[in-house]
């Protein structure tokens, strides 16, 4: 079992190189649309359009190339640490009813599980990438068409229409589209892979011991702050079925089947862990892990003095507020970071200056934010999570920068 602060900020480092990637091609497409200048003939821009797609994609490629073999680094030693780390706390758990679990390194069928899950979960990040590379060309030309047309509408010039479309784009980010309709950020979706990957990679080999020892129970561990839903029906409630034992076939009277109750079901034959409802047990972002349990041992968390239930929610929507704040905070950074390659980009003297004008008011803006994150979390009893505030390429030099700018505006606006 992995316990539900084993996973903070455990994918910081994978993450970081998902960052740099999305810098990249922020960086990029900002490169391209600046150097693209004034409207020419339709003929010439189309072609234009197209080289410029090309050239982008193939960078693109490049960078992803270089970042592939740290990712499959990173992932691999991310989810063996699990497996490990799970491992030990199974084998104490065990080791109470004089069952000895063997090492998952020596095991044949373990390491035929952790294979498994992480070429799925590969899989899963190697998708990521070629979606975010198609998406961004999409919104390449969709950025290009709009500037265009703004131009021909006599709104604004070309370097202002750009520079305000790509203002928007660094705020929202680079968006992952799922079959399934649901989008997320870049980030977003790399951290929910990672995370709901260590779990599961995690849980499978718990399974395989489970089958080992023949054990018919499982305890789910529990935290303060669980997820509560007011959608999914009861398994979506993770505060309400935390912290119990389960049944893995069938039911006892005080012991519910698990599959019924956490939407993950175990085959006592194979070891297969199955997320049956994707809402639940081992499903997305979930923080919960399980372990063979046994009846002659005393549930742990019946015996810790842990918060009510209405004070857990309370946390829950605080940790979901900040996390807001963190998303906010990560945006306005990279704003900046296309702010100031737009600085860099432009040839005019009016529209650099009026460029320079919204940087300095933006850095102004970031210090009001990061004073507000600092103030919440102090008010809340919240660790500052300043790891899930960082982005790439926006590192001491530009926070030098960034305050200078936002020394200026407090100055000219005293």
Same mark, same amino acid.
């Given at each position: 079992?992995?316990?539900?602060?084993?996973?903070?900020?455990?994918?910081?480092?994978?993450?970081?190189?998902?960052?740099?990637?999305?810098?990249?091609?922020?960086?990029?497409?900002?490169?391209?649309?600046?150097?693209?200048?004034?409207?020419?003939?339709?003929?010439?821009?189309?072609?234009?359009?197209?080289?410029?797609?090309?050239?982008?994609?193939?960078?693109?490629?490049?960078?992803?190339?270089?970042?592939?073999?740290?990712?499959?680094?990173?992932?691999?030693?991310?989810?063996?640490?699990?497996?490990?780390?799970?491992?030990?706390?199974?084998?104490?758990?065990?080791?109470?009813?004089?069952?000895?679990?063997?090492?998952?390194?020596?095991?044949?069928?373990?390491?035929?599980?952790?294979?498994?899950?992480?070429?799925?979960?590969?899989?899963?990040?190697?998708?990521?990438?070629?979606?975010?590379?198609?998406?961004?060309?999409?919104?390449?030309?969709?950025?290009?068409?709009?500037?265009?047309?703004?131009?021909?509408?006599?709104?604004?010039?070309?370097?202002?229409?750009?520079?305000?479309?790509?203002?928007?784009?660094?705020?929202?980010?680079?968006?992952?589209?799922?079959?399934?309709?649901?989008?997320?950020?870049?980030?977003?979706?790399?951290?929910?892979?990672?995370?709901?990957?260590?779990?599961?990679?995690?849980?499978?080999?718990?399974?395989?011991?489970?089958?080992?020892?023949?054990?018919?129970?499982?305890?789910?561990?529990?935290?303060?702050?669980?997820?509560?839903?007011?959608?999914?029906?009861?398994?979506?409630?993770?505060?309400?079925?935390?912290?119990?034992?389960?049944?893995?076939?069938?039911?006892?009277?005080?012991?519910?089947?698990?599959?019924?109750?956490?939407?993950?079901?175990?085959?006592?034959?194979?070891?297969?862990?199955?997320?049956?409802?994707?809402?639940?047990?081992?499903?997305?972002?979930?923080?919960?892990?399980?372990?063979?349990?046994?009846?002659?041992?005393?549930?742990?968390?019946?015996?810790?003095?842990? &918060?009510?239930?209405?004070?857990?929610?309370?946390?829950?929507?605080?940790?979901?507020?900040?996390?807001?704040?963190?998303?906010?905070?990560?945006?306005?950074?990279?704003?900046?970071?296309?702010?100031?390659? &737009?600085?860099?980009?432009?040839?005019?003297?009016?529209?650099?200056?009026?460029?320079?004008?919204?940087?300095?008011?933006?850095?102004?803006?970031?210090?009001?934010?990061?004073?507000?994150?600092?103030?919440?979390?102090?008010?809340?009893?919240?660790?500052?999570?300043?790891?899930?505030?960082?982005?790439?390429?926006?590192?001491?030099?530009?926070?030098?920068?960034?305050?200078?700018?936002?020394?200026?505006?407090?100055? &000219?606006? &005293?």
């Amino acid at each position: 079992m992995l316990s539900p602060d084993y996973f903070t900020n455990k994918e910081d480092k994978l993450l970081e190189i998902y960052r740099q990637l999305e810098n990249f091609i922020l960086k990029d497409i900002t490169r391209r649309l600046l150097s693209a200048g004034e409207m020419t003939a339709t003929a010439d821009r189309l072609i234009w359009k197209l080289k410029q797609m090309g050239e982008s994609q193939a960078e693109i490629e490049q960078k992803l190339r270089k970042l592939t073999g740290l990712t499959q680094k990173e992932l691999r030693s991310l989810l063996q640490d699990a497996v490990l780390t799970s491992w030990e706390d199974d084998r104490a758990t065990l080791g109470q009813l004089g069952i000895e679990l063997s090492n998952p390194l020596e095991n044949a069928a373990v390491i035929r599980v952790m294979d498994a899950e992480y070429k799925k979960s590969l899989g899963e990040l190697t998708n990521l990438t070629r979606t975010t590379m198609k998406q961004s060309q999409i919104d390449f030309i969709n950025m290009l068409d709009e500037a265009d047309l703004r131009v021909a509408a006599g709104v604004q010039s070309y370097s202002a229409a750009v520079c305000d479309i790509l203002d928007r784009y660094a705020g929202r980010g680079i968006y992952v589209d799922y079959p399934s309709g649901t989008r997320r950020t870049l980030e977003s979706a790399v951290r929910l892979c990672v995370v709901t990957s260590m779990n599961q990679t995690a849980a499978q080999v718990t399974n395989q011991y489970i089958v080992e020892s023949g054990a018919e129970y499982v305890l789910v561990s529990k935290h303060i702050g669980a997820r509560h839903s007011k959608y999914g029906g009861y398994v979506a409630q993770h505060d309400l079925w935390q912290g119990k034992i389960y049944k893995i076939r069938g039911e006892d009277k005080d012991y519910p089947n698990l599959l019924a109750s956490t939407g993950y079901d175990i085959d006592p034959i194979t070891g297969v862990g199955k997320v049956v409802n994707p809402l639940g047990l081992h499903g997305y972002n979930c923080r919960h892990s399980h372990k063979p349990w046994d009846l002659r041992l005393k549930n742990p968390y019946k015996e810790e003095n842990i &918060e009510d239930s209405k004070k857990s929610r309370d946390l829950y929507d605080k940790q979901q507020k900040q996390r807001a704040m963190e998303r906010s905070l990560r945006a306005w950074k990279r704003k900046l970071i296309v702010k100031e390659q &737009e600085i860099a980009g432009v040839a005019e003297t009016d529209v650099k200056e009026m460029l320079q004008r919204d940087y300095d008011r933006m850095a102004y803006q970031l210090t009001q934010k990061n004073k507000a994150y600092n103030d919440f979390c102090a008010a809340n009893d919240l660790q500052p999570q300043y790891d899930r505030i960082k982005v790439a390429d926006f590192g001491r030099e530009q926070a030098k920068r960034s305050n200078a700018g936002a020394k200026r505006y407090k100055k &000219e606006h &005293e």
